[in-house]
T-cell receptor, first 113, second 112 residues
Framework: QQQVKQSPQSLIVQKGGISIINCAYE??????FPWYQQFPGKGPALLIA?????SEKKEGRFTISFNKSAKQFSLHIMDSQPGDSATYFC????????????FGQGTRLTINP | DTAVSQTPKYLVTQMGNDKSIKCEQN?????MYWYKQDSKKFLKIMFS???????INETVPNRFSPKSPDKAHLNLHINSLELGDSAVYFC???????????FGPGTRLTVT
């Protein structure tokens, strides 16, 4: 059962454009929603995260928008740069205990110069 | 001064062999994880330890056995390796009371 669904699978954006990746979740017990960035041959690196008590969080060029009622959240990359080309994963965890991360399927982002 | 490190980075072995992957974190975290990333890049949790105690075991075959000698180390031993075990294995760690998980560089296991 895929608890976090991510789209699109791949995305090509021109340099300077806005990249948007969407995720939807099913489990209402989730209360932590991070985004990870992964470059080829490297481990996933935490990019930005949000909790459901806010609808938006911004860090530099990266913004998470969160819609609790729709159980959806998205990553926006403003002024996209070729160095942003990577695979992006949304994830979710929640409740007490081990807080295992449930990942989306990943989006391969390519920024064309 | 790498936060989460794994050894080896690459591991090529034949079917039926037994192999181990090691993970160490110097972040002072209490909880460590093993994740598997398959050929389609899908990441899925396998195990989690908190202060050397197993707290998550996600329906992983018994051939996989994690071991945590102390809270800074989490090793993964795999018996009787199969072709389907080929993947990238990531270790991660998290501080108690925190939600952020920090991942290691991964170990690419290839079973031939």
């Amino acid at each position: 059962q895929q608890q976090v669904k991510q789209s699109p699978q791949s995305l090509i954006v021109q340099k300077g454009g806005i990249s948007i990746i969407n995720c939807a979740y099913e489990n209402t017990a989730f209360d932590y929603f991070p985004w990870y960035q992964q470059f080829p041959g490297k481990g996933p690196a935490l990019l930005i995260a949000i909790r459901p008590d806010v609808s938006e969080k911004k860090e530099g060029r990266f913004t998470i928008s969160f819609n609790k009622s729709a159980k959806q959240f998205s990553l926006h990359i403003m002024d996209s740069q070729p160095g942003d080309s990577a695979t992006y994963f949304c994830a979710a965890s929640g409740g007490q205990g081990a807080q295992k991360l449930v990942f989306g399927q990943g989006t391969r982002l390519t920024i064309n110069p | 001064d790498t936060a989460v490190s794994q050894t080896p980075k690459y591991l090529v072995t034949q079917m039926g062999n037994d192999k181990s992957i090691k993970c160490e974190q110097n972040l002072g975290h209490d909880t460590m994880y093993w994740y598997k990333q398959d050929s389609k890049k899908f990441l899925k949790i396998m195990f989690s330890y908190n202060n050397k105690e197993l707290i998550i075991n996600e329906t992983v075959p018994n051939r996989f056995s994690p071991k945590s000698p102390d809270k800074a180390h989490l090793n993964l031993h795999i018996n009787s390796l199969e072709l389907g075990d080929s993947a990238v294995y990531f270790c991660a760690s998290r501080a108690s009371g925190g939600s952020e998980q920090y991942f290691g560089p991964g170990t690419r296991l290839t079973v031939t």
